[in-house]
């Protein structure tokens, strides 16, 4: 018994305080979560990097697009400013025979690398940047809704009658 214990800690000893601990932890593989808007407004800082994003993805000809919000995918064109172009074809066979089209019109977390290029990404360089290099695609729930902001400011500024 005495002698396991002694491997035990050698073991921690050398490789740290990670050797013991079980799950949950971050792992030094875990990419970091970002905001698809923080992408996008500091591209340089992340290109070429791995990440985890998530967003509202949509899948069609000529279009695999990562939208913050449902709401987003509204009126995209002429040029797209505010989502990434999903460039699921030169990932992992599974990212690509997974029946992609089934996570269509869903929230959706992806774990890949963000690259962007001067000219544009994706189909007619339209997008902004880009996720490559998917190594995960699953889909999320959905945002609990929230009430509409004109709703909220109409409400506010009903006048209460004083109490006298």
């Known amino acids: 018994m005495l ?13 740290g305080p990670g050797a013991w601990s079980i799950g949950g932890a971050e792992t030094p593989n875990t990419p970091p979560r ?7 407004a500091d591209r340089e800082r992340w290109k070429s990097n791995r990440v985890e994003v998530s967003g509202y993805y ?9 939208f913050s919000s449902a709401a987003d995918v509204r009126n995209i064109y002429p040029r797209i400013t ?13 990212a690509r025979t997974n029946n992609i089209e089934l996570l269509d019109n869903q929230y959706v977390r992806i774990v890949g690398t963000f690259d962007f290029r001067r000219l544009g990404c994706g ?13 995960s695609i699953e889909r999320i729930p959905d945002p609990p809704k929230t009430a509409p902001r004109e709703a909220a400011s109409r409400d506010s500024r009903i006048k209460k009658p004083l109490d006298q």
């Open 3 to 15: 002698r396991h214990v002694g491997v035990f800690w050698c073991v921690c000893a050398i490789f």
């Open 34 to 40: 970002v905001a698809l808007e923080r992408l996008l």
């Open 58 to 66: 949509v899948y069609g000809m000529e279009l695999s697009g990562l």
């Open 82 to 94: 505010n989502a990434l172009w999903i460039n699921y074809w030169d990932s992992l066979p599974t």
């Open 123 to 135: 189909h007619c360089n339209q997008w902004p940047a880009m996720i490559t290099h998917i190594e």
